[in-house]
């Protein structure tokens, strides 16, 4: 007897298969390599080394030694696991913390679940949120981009995040009008263009949505998670800025600022561990807007993307059961 065998996600079609996706984000991501090694210069260049080499290392050793499968690493997806772990630490985060993130993402976000296709969370996110809980003091110590320093706007090598001023900001009492007064904040622009604190690939919104053009021409990503991320994420804002605009900053300075638009277009539509029908992915993109704002507004952290999107990537199965596409041949009852 002849049995149909049916591999773990993404299932693609047409000309496309998951090397040339996988390749495809790395190109994508290439505008936002380049602004990061533009304003943190060497060591930019050297997390994102570091990183690659470590997750391709571990992959490969994985598979070949402790699985004894096929290895994949030509595959790109530890690739683009390795610059994404890079795109969510600081440039100064000392080289063995990274190796140990770069260890968590490939064997426990992926490998220990079999590999490609088969992993429920974005395993990326898993080693940002692992070495974030482990090493929070490594991981929140903010280098200071170089055009901010050079312009004399800082004399500080290291500090906060915009997200980051705000919080502390608002917890001293001062309003968000006087926050964003003071010259040390960055700004709109400087949240567009790059020139703040924070992770690698998160100082250039203008950056990673050149990316996402680009994917979205390649038809790698599709426009509902990330429609249905940003417009939750805008409403929910927005209801609180109107509500409060001394105590609650904008929708645009929510998506300009922090992880916003590196989760929206570049980890929360992972393949894997997002929804497969367009409802679904609606679904999940709608509950990630929302977690994102409420772990901003009222969490313990300035930042909620990383949290929010492995919060919705645990729900994918319930999401999919809940959404499935109608089977070929079905009859569908009336009444």
């Known amino acids: 007897m002849n049995l149909l065998t049916v591999s773990g996600s993404p299932h693609v079609h047409a000309h496309q298969n998951v090397k040339s996706i996988m390749y495809g984000v790395v190109i994508a991501m290439i505008p936002a390599i380049f602004v990061s090694v533009y304003f943190f210069g060497i060591d930019?260049?050297?997390?994102?080394?570091?990183?690659?080499?470590?997750?391709?290392?571990?992959?490969?050793?994985?598979?070949?030694?402790?699985?004894?499968?096929?290895?994949?690493?030509?595959?790109?997806?530890?690739?683009?696991?390795?610059?994404?772990?890079?795109?969510?630490?600081?440039?100064?985060?000392?080289?063995?913390?990274?190796?140990?993130?770069?260890?968590?993402?490939?064997?426990?976000?992926?490998?220990?679940?079999?590999?490609?296709?088969?992993?429920?969370?974005?395993?990326?996110?898993?080693?940002?949120?692992?070495?974030?809980?482990?090493?929070?003091?490594?991981?929140?110590?903010?280098?200071?981009?170089?055009?901010?320093?050079?312009?004399?706007?800082?004399?500080?090598?290291?500090?906060?995040?915009?997200?980051?001023?705000?919080?502390?900001?608002?917890?001293?009492?001062?309003?968000?009008?006087?926050?964003?007064?003071?010259?040390?904040?960055?700004?709109y622009v400087n949240d567009l263009m790059g020139a703040q604190g924070g992770s690698l690939g998160e100082i250039s919104a203008l950056a990673l949505l050149l990316g996402?053009?680009?994917?979205?021409?390649?038809?790698?990503?599709?426009?509902?998670?990330?429609?249905?991320?940003?417009?939750?994420?805008?409403?929910?804002?927005?209801?609180?800025?109107?509500?409060?605009?001394?105590h609650y900053i904008d929708p645009l300075m929510h998506l300009l600022a922090g992880g916003m638009i590196l989760g929206v277009f570049y980890m929360a539509t992972d393949m894997v561990s997002s929804p497969m029908t367009p409802r679904g992915q609606i679904v999940f993109g709608v509950g990630a807007g929302l977690l994102t704002i409420l772990i901003r507004v009222w969490g313990a952290y300035p930042e909620g993307v990383s949290f929010a999107i492995l919060i919705m990537n645990a729900f994918t199965p319930l999401i999919n059961n809940a959404f499935k596409p109608k089977r070929f041949g079905e009859v569908v009852k009336n009444g």
Not at 105 to 129: C, D, E, W
Not at 167 to 174: F, I, Q, R, V, W
Not at 226 to 245: C, M, N, Q, R
Request: glycine share 10%; with cysteine; aromatic share 10%.
């Open 44 to 187: 930019a260049a050297r997390v994102l080394l570091i990183s690659v080499l470590a997750c391709l290392f571990f992959e490969w050793v994985i598979q070949k030694y402790l699985i004894k499968g096929p290895v994949t690493i030509n595959d790109g997806s530890a690739l683009v696991t390795g610059v994404l772990l890079a795109f969510n630490v600081p440039s100064n985060l000392p080289a063995w913390i990274l190796i140990v993130g770069a260890l968590v993402s490939i064997g426990i976000g992926k490998m220990s679940f079999g590999g490609l296709g088969k992993n429920p969370f974005n395993p990326a996110l898993v080693g940002r949120v692992f070495l974030l809980i482990s090493f929070p003091v490594q991981m929140t110590s903010w280098p200071v981009p170089k055009a901010l320093f050079a312009e004399g706007v800082t004399d500080a090598i290291t500090g906060p995040t915009t997200l980051g001023v705000l919080k502390e900001g608002l917890d001293a009492g001062k309003s968000v009008q006087e926050i964003m007064a003071s010259p040390n904040f960055p700004g």
């Open 212 to 246: 996402a053009i680009y994917m979205f021409s390649r038809r790698i990503i599709t426009w509902h998670i990330p429609t249905a991320y940003i417009g939750s994420a805008v409403v929910f804002s927005g209801i609180l800025w109107l509500i409060d605009p001394t």
